[in-house]
């Protein structure tokens, strides 16, 4: 660590989610010293959500001893651009969902420090990097299962924000060109309309429909099955759950082979809910990436499970990008 | 330019092809200044290979004021690891199809200056770059167009190289995953058996046995057809061939939708044989793109053809790496 992070040895993670914003102060080896929570929603101004923020921020940035010991903040939020530190038209927020915000600035003139903005799945990304499995990697690609299919992608060891700063939108390749599901993005056939969480369930739903198969998801009702009980259910050994999951997987690594021919990375890094399924979904991923991939990278990849702590991993992973700056 | 351009104004690029090696000596503005070539194969040991290519360079060095005007070489060559310098498994290569050849060392010990190498797309992205369309650009693809179907891709002013050397096999992601076309690399489905010369050819081939459209490709014996007979016959508004074009760039509009999704590129740079066909294959691809692009990306990227020369193009391209040293 050079001297600067000795003067100043923290920086501030927000992890700004449709429900809550989680603020930590964490220091250079990924110890979260504080922390504190505001409701993201419920303010009808971005005025009003910056000014709780900081007022809850204040009491966290007195107890590590001022804002002199801290370097930066680093924002994680659904349509952050890092280019501008601006969020644009993020539908499910109440003050961001009709303009462009520009969020960085804002908290930067409140609080005196440097501050970049970023979308969540490029935060995971930077956080692997600083404190995770990817310490010391240059070249990997993070895919968070969540409500959504998200990516982080590095190259050369830096973030691809591409042209606009809208890069690494992986959930939205397209992996059924004909007959497939449709996506929330408008379109048909994208990676994130399978293997989402919400797209887990719907596998199971159909699953259940098209087959004979006996299932202890028979006994929901299927349209509130979540892909928790489908994992719930794979925990038991109920065959049609497991069916799904390696369905998934599959779908997982035929879309990584297709990602290793774009960038050759070191690594494949899942985070998320589904991924507390374990081997039940990592291995038949590997298994398909294996099978599917152009010969010449066989066998090169890793397969990793995120190194983040799950309940602080988004802090964790805004707060990194507070040391790239 | 800067004062070691003004001591040493030229690079060597030499483009290794299967049939011919072909050598320029180059300034910075991208003017061959002398040209010699050599028969690739003949040689049964690199060494002679080797050999040969430098008694050739010798007279085309000493015509530019000798070895102390060369900044350095570059060479785009098939299976070209630009890490390590070598040339790995190269099929076609009668001295370099069973092993691993440290072609860039070999050059640089016999000519006493720097030695870069990497396979002939990326050749042609730098080359672009360094004189052609992409002067500027930060993020860009270029896709080759000819037997196969190859890919550079830049990302933050750098070439994608990936862990090993081997990133950017663009024409090797899949397109169809069911019923593909079998490909060259033992796989089925890939963009390069669609959208190749010779995946071109096959397409024609296809429609003249599967339709009943009239056609003067009806007059060949279909497996002589190339894609040089299907390029003319579509400039008479052959039907058949336009649409054999129309469902080629149908196909790359979907892939460079895909590839958006990963960089998000500021323009994609085509290359290469097929390109000749002009806006008969540039606008069913930009049609297709628009169509099957996220919404984000709508609108933002530019399809370029090649700005370099096309006889010159790959000593051009291959040059350009030796400026990069």
Redesign the interface.
Known sequence: MNSETTLKPYVIGLDLGGTNSVFGIVDSRGDIKATTAIKTQGYERVEDYVNASVEALQVIIDQVGGIDKIKAMGIGAPNGNYYTGTIEFAPNLSWGHNGVVPLADMFKERLGIPVALTNDANAAAIGEMTYGVARGM??FIVLTLGTGVGSG?V??G?L???????????G???????NGRSCG???NGCLEAYCSATGVARSARELLSTTEKPSLLREMDPEKITSLDVSIAAGKGDELALEVYRLTGEMLG?AC???A??????AFIFFGGLVKAGDLIMNPIKESYEK?V????KG??KFLVSGLDGASAAVLGASAIGWEI
Do not use: T, W
Not at 160 to 170: H, I, K
């Open positions: 240059k070249n992608i190259i050369n830096q691809v924000y591409g042209c606009d700063g809208f890069a690494g939108e992986l939205h390749v397209i992996m059924r060109r004909e993005c408008g379109r035929e082979a297709d990602f021919a774009f960038s050759s990375p070191e599917n152009l010969p010449i990278f090169k990849a």
